[in-house]
């Protein structure tokens, strides 16, 4: 059983269109994130939603609009793509704020790898 | 944002080979946890540390926190192939919001 789901894995798309990446967590976490790995490797909190209510927003393009339906469910919409949004995206989640509680665990999904041509 | 600065950046060596794995800052954290990443997976937590000074052993994986809980290492002994991956550091963020991660360490080791 996969704790942390995203879908697609692979995302292949064109400047200027407009895609959705979903997320499902199934271990009944209530706070749940997006990151984004470039090239480099170098993973960054994008948001995070704890009981469906947005708690972090980085410095992210308005471009980039994540929702979360209930607290299951946090999905990132991406409009009008660039060629730099090209990465990985990772959905994760955990119990409770994972930088309020020492030793708090964050389950990642296995990566969205969305490249924009 | 809290910086974590990981080295060495890269790091190949051959099977049996010990190596080490350094995460600094100039921030002081309450926690830092390291977690693993393969090719095409998620990254996963191998250990958290919190009280200065702490060493925590896993297997052939030995963690430590430094006594000012600004930096630590992770070293590991007699290396094998499926040591191979990214290794991260991870500490809170000032917000205590969210994990701030290192830019990480790819290590292969070869046979």
């Known amino acids: 059983d996969t704790a942390v789901s995203q879908t697609p894995k692979y995302l292949v798309t064109q400047m200027g269109n407009d895609k959705s990446i979903k997320c499902e967590q199934n271990l009944g976490h209530d706070t749940m994130y997006w990151y984004k790995q470039d090239s480099k490797k170098f993973l960054k909190i994008m948001f995070s939603y704890n009981n469906k209510e947005l708690i972090i927003n980085e410095t992210v393009p308005n471009r980039f609009s994540p929702k979360s339906p209930d607290k299951a469910h946090l999905n990132l919409h991406i409009n009008s793509l660039e060629l730099g949004d090209s990465a990985v995206y990772f959905c994760?989640?955990?119990?409770?704020?994972?930088?309020?509680?020492?030793?708090?665990?964050?389950?990642f999904g296995e990566g969205s790898w969305l490249t924009v041509v | 944002t809290q910086l974590l600065e990981q080295s060495p950046q890269f790091l190949s060596i051959q099977e049996g080979e010990n190596l080490t794995v350094y995460c600094n800052s100039s921030?002081?954290?309450?926690?830092l946890q390291w977690y693993r990443q393969e090719p095409g997976e998620g990254p996963v937590l191998l250990v958290t540390v919190v009280t200065g000074g702490e060493v925590k052993k896993l297997k052939r994986l030995t963690f430590q926190f430094g006594d000012a809980r600004k930096d630590s290492s992770l070293h590991i002994t007699a290396a094998q192939p499926g040591d191979t991956g990214l290794y991260l550091c991870?500490?809170?963020?000032?917000?205590?919001?969210?994990?701030?991660f290192g830019k990480g360490t790819s290590l292969l080791v070869t046979p």
């Open positions: 921030s002081v954290f309450s926690s």
């Open positions: 991870a500490g809170r963020s000032n917000s205590g919001y969210a994990l701030n």
């Open positions: 994760a989640s955990s119990q409770g704020i994972s930088g309020q509680i020492i030793g708090n665990t964050i389950y």
